[in-house]
């Protein structure tokens, strides 16, 4: 099965830093996927880890560690826009191979920015 | 380029009616998803199709169908609806070319209300 934990609210201040943590167990792992979702609005991509370490991409870093089974993405600078929810979600091991079989998201954190 | 578009973006249903949903990509993806979300409960993968005239089950597949006859189009079919599929539904592309991420592309969502 699939299991994938991130905390459901964060607050956190205008110009500080955040780190927004999720934990996953499954069957299989084949990479880690941070999106961001604003309110109405579809998902979209932000980082994308297969290996262990950090992947750093402007004010937004994402974190993977296969062995502990846990991510975190980490916004810099934060700015009144970064308030939406950040999507954490897993590549299982798909039967087909290539990544083909889609993803299992977790229920989503949503950061609230103040100023 | 439009990316991923969706089709209608709201509806309202009575329980029994049917109702297709369609989605089109013009980026010559070879991989096409459906997702529902719903409050408390992250995404959540219903069908995907890894080519034209191939379709597969995804975590919670019934009381929906799908098709793909052609490859820039993935439709999701509801025979009969009912309240537990009000929902916002997603689609999704993505590709997996060599030594890229494999990140999937998001339409708008279409809200549907089934009453």
């Known amino acids: 099965g699939q299991n994938i934990d991130q905390p459901t609210e964060m607050t956190a201040t205008e110009g500080a830093i955040v780190q927004i943590n999720c934990t996953y167990q499954?069957?299989?792992?084949?990479?880690l996927f941070w999106y961001q979702q604003h309110a109405g609005e579809a998902p979209t991509f932000l980082s994308y880890?297969?290996?262990?370490g950090l992947e750093e991409k402007g004010r937004f870093s994402s974190f993977l560690s296969r062995s502990k089974g846990y991510s975190y993405l980490l916004l810099k600078e934060l700015q009144m826009k970064d308030s939406a929810s950040y999507l954490c979600?897993?590549?299982?091991?798909?039967?087909?191979?290539?990544?083909?079989?889609?993803?299992?998201f977790g229920k989503g954190t949503h950061l609230i920015i103040q100023p | 380029n439009a990316g991923v578009t969706q089709t209608p973006k709201f509806r309202v249903l009575k329980t029994g009616q049917s109702m297709t949903l369609l989605c089109a990509q013009d980026?010559?993806?070879?991989?096409m998803y459906w997702y529902r979300q719903d409050p408390g409960m992250g995404l959540r993968l219903i069908h995907y199709?890894?080519?034209?005239?191939?379709?597969a089950k995804g975590e919670v597949p019934d009381g929906y169908n799908v098709s793909r006859l052609k490859k820039q189009n993935f439709l999701l079919g509801l025979e009969s609806a009912a309240p537990s599929q009000t929902s916002v539904y997603f689609c999704?592309?993505?590709?997996?070319?060599?030594?890229?991420?494999?990140?999937?592309?998001f339409g708008p969502g279409t809200r549907l209300t089934v009453t």
């Open positions: 999704a592309s993505s590709y997996f070319p060599r030594g890229r991420t494999y990140e999937q592309y």
């Open positions: 499954t069957s299989g792992f084949n990479g």
């Open positions: 880890n297969v290996l262990d």
């Open positions: 979600a897993v590549r299982p091991q798909g039967s087909r191979g290539g990544g083909a079989d889609g993803l299992t």
């Open positions: 980026m010559n993806h070879e991989y």
């Open positions: 199709s890894v080519g034209e005239g191939t379709t």
